[in-house]
């Protein structure tokens, strides 16, 4: 059987993406509780967002799905701070759901979410060698389906989900391993 490998450190022009580390909890602990930050992320996410949560989640929930082959977890951090902790990318082995981030609200609207998509849309599809990405996500969430869209993602399915904010309108957009590198390809990365 074939290892399934860890999350590498990844590169973009302007980000440098790290594999997740039990450290890095007090940073995201600090950047993470914020309403925009949380409103159209899974109702299983707790709010108001306890002292020791980022904690829990980076130790008893990231961790180990990566230590498990089920999932790959980077903090996101600028070139010129490398130090400091921006937001998080993974990727999940599960059905409908195999990408999810977030971005401090001052570090948004600067394509940095674009970066560290390509970044890790191409693990998953040339390292991890999967034949389709589906992402879930709020309607009302504009700036991810957008992202969404200008990435080459095509709309598949519509749905009720819980969301911290409630129960909202929610979709599952997908693209293949085939219009990935198309996209890759027309976008010379």
């Not at 108001?48 to 829990?56: E, G, I, K, L, Q």
């Not at 570090?107 to 191409?122: I, K, P, T, Y």
């Amino acid at each position: 059987m074939t290892a399934i490998p860890a999350a590498p450190e990844l590169h973009t022009e302007r980000l440098l993406l790290k594999p997740l580390a039990p450290e890095d909890a007090e940073q995201i602990q600090q950047t993470f509780p914020r309403w925009e930050i949380v409103r159209y992320l899974v109702a299983s996410v707790p709010w108001p967002y306890p002292p020791d949560a980022a904690r829990h989640y980076v130790n008893n929930v990231a961790l180990p799905a990566a230590a498990e082959g089920r999932g790959w977890f980077w903090t996101l951090r600028r070139r010129e701070a490398p130090a400091q902790l921006i937001g998080v990318i993974c990727l999940l082995d599960e059905p409908d759901n195999n990408r999810g981030f977030w971005l401090a609200p001052e570090q948004q609207h600067q394509g940095l979410m674009s970066e560290a998509c390509r970044a890790v849309n191409d693990f998953w599809f040339t390292v991890l060698d999967r034949k389709v990405l589906r992402v879930a996500k709020a309607q009302a969430n504009d700036a991810s389906r957008n992202l969404s869209n200008r990435s080459g993602m095509r709309l598949i399915r519509r749905e009720k989900k819980q969301y911290v904010s409630g129960e909202l309108d929610s979709e599952v957009w997908e693209i293949t391993r085939d219009e990935w590198l198309q996209v890759k390809q027309a976008d010379g990365v």
